[in-house]
């Protein structure tokens, strides 16, 4: 059965048409968010990460119809000076960087959740995620930076309150 | 052939799809059944997503625990404050599922349903005592969680049936720990899983309450009283003699049997041990919940003959 969705991506309202099987990871895609990637196809890489309503889905798993109205964001959809993908640069989190789209949404929710997020909560949040050319290590770095931005962020902001 | 989708908005609709067409199959968070799809393992003819029905997501304060609608999703019970408070060893056992967007996305009566025998949750459910209520167009039912896994990929789920909450008594004081043994990757599937609960049996013997995950072709429970007296090692000890003969691996790509006794021994071993060292040397003897709890009662039943 097709029917009619209405996705608010990146902020912007798409209405789409969708099949009841067609799997969110497809429709982002075929609307030219090719930021959301296919590894494995199971749930357990992390490459088709999307948020929705800020929480991480992998899209390979999930239903389009299922996501009717729902926010999504993909890491294409982040602003030029998103914090998490400057840190990312800097530390040279990435090699072919067919995984890193997903590293940046998980971290963008751990820091949402957590900005106090130390090693082992990174650990713990990103281990889910797999990168064939084995960033690791650059990936953890940006992760620490990036909340500690996020820290001295919000403490200028209350500062300057 | 691709299996028709319904998604209906009330309870009601739900139970006459699942009553009333060839091969229905519920589709709850998905993620086990987008799977088998993808696998071309799938044979139902109709597919009952039940995300549009109001209420089975709720999770509340019960007056002995608490109780979770079968859509509250793995992570919710990872991170909510109520189950933090009333059930902690089952916030952190959920807390290790799979990752956090298979935990975002799957809900805790699918992951039950599911009925593989190396889930992490039923662990701490077993040893928490959990009850699972079951809704069909013939009514409610309601099954302990230590009969709902009756077979290999087998549960207590009928024909017609919907799990529509879990029903979680306190935890009562005690010690509890959690251990898990993947072999392929940190955050893979466990080869070995062991939810240890430590808790007063009378005032001179503390119970240590087992669930293991991985290890026969079903999730196990098992109980066993030692000396509160006893020292780390005469619990583990009795522990380890407690599962051995419960211990039935199915040999696979994660390890052969040996491989996988092992690696069961050293989690039980493990979690015995954090748990009895994390039980208070005199268990406070009121539960925390003064309220009735009818979950409880076989348990004091057993405290009073004594
Ligand atoms: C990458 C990956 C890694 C994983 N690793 C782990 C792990 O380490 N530990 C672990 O415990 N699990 C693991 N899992 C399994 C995961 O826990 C299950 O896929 C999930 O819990 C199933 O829940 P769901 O809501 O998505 O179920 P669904 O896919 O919706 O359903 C699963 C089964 O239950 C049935 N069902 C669903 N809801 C109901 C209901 N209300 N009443 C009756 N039947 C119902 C369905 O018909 C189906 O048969 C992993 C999964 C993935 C994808
Ligand atoms: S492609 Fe979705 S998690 Fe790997
Ligand atoms: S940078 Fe190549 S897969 Fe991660």
């Not at chain 1, 949040?125 to 909340?147: K, Q």
């Not at chain 2, 030692?226 to 380890?240: H, I, K, N, P, Q």
């Given at each position: ?6 996705l608010?991506v ?8 969708v099949?009841?099987d067609d799997l969110l990871l497809d429709v982002l895609r075929g609307l030219?968010h090719t930021s959301v990637r296919e590894g494995c196809g199971v749930g357990?890489c992390g490459a088709c990460t999307v948020?929705a309503?800020?929480?991480?889905v992998s899209s390979c798993l999930a239903r389009a119809?299922r996501y009717?109205?729902?926010?999504l964001?993909t ?26 789209p997903g ?59 | ?33 987008q799977?088998?799809?993808k ?62 967007r ?205």
């Amino acid at each position: 059965m097709s029917t009619e969705i209405t996705l608010l991506v990146n902020g912007e309202r798409r209405a789409v048409p969708v099949d009841d099987d067609d799997l969110l990871l497809d429709v982002l895609r075929g609307l030219g968010h090719t930021s959301v990637r296919e590894g494995c196809g199971v749930g357990a890489c992390g490459a088709c990460t999307v948020l929705a309503d800020g929480h991480s889905v992998s899209s390979c798993l999930a239903r389009a119809v299922r996501y009717d109205g729902a926010a999504l964001t993909t890491a294409d959809g982040l602003p030029a000076d998103d914090d998490v993908v400057e840190e990312f640069v800097a530390a040279r989190a990435m090699q072919c960087g067919y995984c890193i789209p997903g590293f940046v949404l998980m971290t963008h929710e751990l820091l949402a959740e957590n900005p106090d997020a130390g090693e082992a909560e990174i650990d713990a949040h990103l281990e889910g995620n797999i990168c064939r050319c084995g960033t690791y290590l650059e990936i953890r770095t940006a992760c620490v930076n990036a909340a500690r931005r996020r820290r001295e962020a919000a403490h200028t902001e209350k500062e300057s309150a | 052939m691709t299996a028709a989708l319904h998604r209906p908005r009330d309870l009601g609709a739900v139970l006459d799809l699942l009553a009333g067409t060839d091969d229905p199959m519920v589709f709850g968070g998905g993620t086990a059944v987008q799977i088998l799809l993808k696998q071309g393992v799938l044979a139902a003819t109709d597919l009952v997503d039940i995300a549009a029905v109001p209420g089975l997501a709720d999770l509340v304060a019960t007056p002995g625990g608490l109780r979770a609608g079968t859509m509250v999703t793995l992570r919710r019970m990872e991170t909510d404050p109520l189950v933090h408070d009333r059930a902690p060893l089952l916030a952190q056992v959920y807390g290790r599922v799979a990752n956090p967007r298979v935990r975002n996305t799957a809900s805790v009566g699918g992951n039950i349903a599911h009925g593989d025998y190396r889930l992490d949750p039923p662990t701490a459910l077993l040893v928490l005592d959990a009850r699972v209520e079951l809704s069909s167009a013939a009514g409610v039912r309601h099954v302990p969680i230590r009969e709902f896994f009756t077979g290999f990929q087998e549960t207590a789920v009928g024909r017609g049936e919907l799990v529509t909450a879990l029903d979680v008594p306190t935890q009562p004081r005690g010690g509890a720990a959690f251990s898990k043994l993947s072999s392929l990757a940190a955050n893979d599937w466990p080869v070995a899983s062991a939810a240890v609960l430590v808790t007063a049996a009378d005032d001179v013997t503390r119970e240590i309450r087992i669930g293991l995950g991985a290890l026969a072709p079903t999730p196990v429970y098992v109980a066993v009283t030692v000396a509160a007296t006893g020292s780390d090692d005469d619990a583990v000890d009795a522990a380890l003699a407690a599962v051995e003969p419960l211990i039935d691996p199915l040999p696979d790509v994660r390890g052969g049997v040996g491989h996988k006794r092992r690696l069961g021994r050293v989690a039980v071993a493990d979690a015995v041990r954090a748990a009895w060292t994390d039980t208070p040397r005199d268990i406070p003897r009121e539960p925390r919940e003064e309220a009735s709890d009818d979950h409880r009662l076989p348990f004091r039943r057993l405290r009073r003959r004594r």
